[in-house]
């Protein structure tokens, strides 16, 4: 069964300083993961994915992430840290059922950006 | 991509009624919409697999009496939440698979009283 982990519940930046969230994923099979952010009460929306091509993914609002099968990784950075991406980010693998393909989240890791 | 509308987005309900909450494709047939679940401080989770023009499939733990979902067409998929109680409260939350990823919708807040 796929699952992903990821490891950091809280991290804590200050606005101009690198984002790192680091996420860990298993897969019986190669798997499409994605990164998706979501701000207060608001829906989901989708930073970047991967889905076997490029194992350096280039997102929106400047947010990228590595693909390393090797260590079963998919940290997902940024250089430079805004105040607007203070949010929960949902490290997400997909499972394809018979019906379809359901997606698998992460806990979550909420992101603090401080001035 | 695929432009997915959910509603309400907010609903307060009381204890016992019933909330029936729509998830719309706008521009995409969807064949397969899933419904997901997020309590507060914490992870989404799915809840079902909705099958358009056939039973809903549901994930382990989630009651198909309580949660009651109809696929009648290929852009329109609800989800009932029948003889609500408190612990219903939560963010729900749909989503269409398109070719290579998922489109959400922007989710339902409902709190039971």
């Known amino acids: 069964a796929q699952s992903v982990t990821q490891l950091d519940s809280h991290v804590s930046v200050s606005e101009g300083t690198p984002v790192l969230l680091r996420c860990n994923y298993s897969s019986s099979y190669s798997p499409s993961l994605f990164w998706y952010v979501q701000h207060p009460n608001k829906g989901l929306q989708l930073l970047l994915k991967y889905t076997s091509a490029a194992t350096l993914v280039k997102g929106i609002n400047g947010f990228e992430a590595e693909f390393k099968k090797s260590e079963t990784s998919f940290h997902l950075t940024k250089p430079s840290a805004h105040m607007s991406d203070a949010a929960e980010y949902f490290c997400?693998?997909?499972?394809?059922?018979?019906?379809?393909?359901?997606?698998?989240f992460g806990k979550g890791t909420t992101l603090s950006v401080s001035s | 991509g695929a432009v997915v509308s959910q509603h309400p987005s907010w609903v307060i309900c009381k204890s016992g009624t019933s909330v029936k909450i729509e998830c719309r494709s706008l521009?995409?047939?969807?064949?397969?919409m899933f419904w997901y679940r997020q309590f507060p401080k914490q992870s989404l989770m799915l809840m079902a697999t909705s099958n358009e023009g056939s039973k809903a499939t549901y994930e382990q733990g989630v009651e198909k009496d309580k949660f009651l979902i109809n696929h009648a067409s290929l852009t329109l998929s609800t989800l009932t939440v029948t003889s609500a109680h408190p612990e219903d409260s939560s963010f729900y939350i749909c989503?269409?698979?398109?070719?290579?990823?998922?489109?959400f919708g922007q989710g339902t807040r409902l709190t039971v009283v």
């Open positions: 989503s269409v698979e398109g070719n290579t990823e998922a489109f």
């Open positions: 521009d995409f047939q969807a064949t397969t």
């Open positions: 997400v693998v997909s499972d394809r059922n018979q019906a379809g393909t359901a997606l698998i």
